[in-house]
């Protein structure tokens, strides 16, 4: 009977330790938690340096490229342009451009009977149009290098002269202009100039492709 009271007694002193120790050790769990919390590891950033565009709207510069005129070959063009960009995604420009012409295949199968006199062979254009920046963007180059770009669509119209006359053309295209720094630009450009022509007997349209690449300075 005894040591059934002594079995009885020992159960009731294990009983209330653990219920001392026990809440005592999850406490003491809770508090490390506390102390340290989980770190989160910011990922490692990488400078990148972007030019700023001056705050002037007006940009000048010179290109140089290949011209196809039909019926004439391609030959090489060189010419200057001038922009002014009424917003961030509108500009004006104006170009004056020249190229020499070739012998058409008349003349070479007629065995070099002259179409047009060396003077009349020399070809000019102007036109003024408005360019639309269709995708502004940036350019990376290596790890720390970004420069400011973006795809244009440009139209408009002028005339071009050759052959002792002039002629009304339209100009259409698409360009890529690349800002290097915040003064200097540079323009791959794809145009075509289109007018019509009756130089070899029949009023014509004709397609002219030029392909040209330049610099540009803002100021």
């Known amino acids: ?12 002193i294990t009983t209330g330790l653990l219920l001392t120790v026990v809440p005592s050790s999850w406490a003491e769990q809770a508090e490390q938690l506390e102390l340290e919390p989980l770190l989160v590891r910011e990922p490692e950033r990488r400078p990148v340096e972007v030019d700023d565009l001056d705050s ?48 058409t295949s008349f003349e ?35 790890g720390r290098w970004a420069f400011k770009g973006g795809l244009y669509l440009i139209a408009g119209a002028g005339s071009t002269e050759f052959g002792g ?25 794809v145009r075509d100039h289109y007018f019509e022509s009756d130089l070899l007997g029949t009023m014509e349209g004709k397609h002219n492709i030029e392909f040209s690449g330049g610099l540009t300075v803002f100021f």
């Open 56 to 103: 002037e709207d007006f940009e000048v510069g010179v290109f140089t490229g290949i011209m196809n005129v039909e019926d004439f070959g391609s030959d090489t063009v060189t010419g200057i342009r001038a922009a002014y960009h009424v917003s961030e995604d509108f500009f004006v420009e104006a170009v004056y451009g020249k190229t020499t012409l070739g012998e």
């Open 108 to 142: 070479r199968l007629s065995g070099g009977l002259p179409l047009l006199t060396d003077e009349e062979r020399d070809m000019s254009y102007y036109n003024v149009s408005v360019g639309w920046n269709l995708f502004p963007g940036e350019s990376f180059i290596g």
């Open 1 to 12: 009977m005894e040591s059934r009271f002594q079995r009885i007694f020992l159960s009731i």
């Open 165 to 189: 006359d002039d002629r009304f053309t339209i100009n259409a295209g698409v360009g890529y202009r690349l800002i290097a720094t915040d003064w200097l630009a540079f323009h791959v450009d």
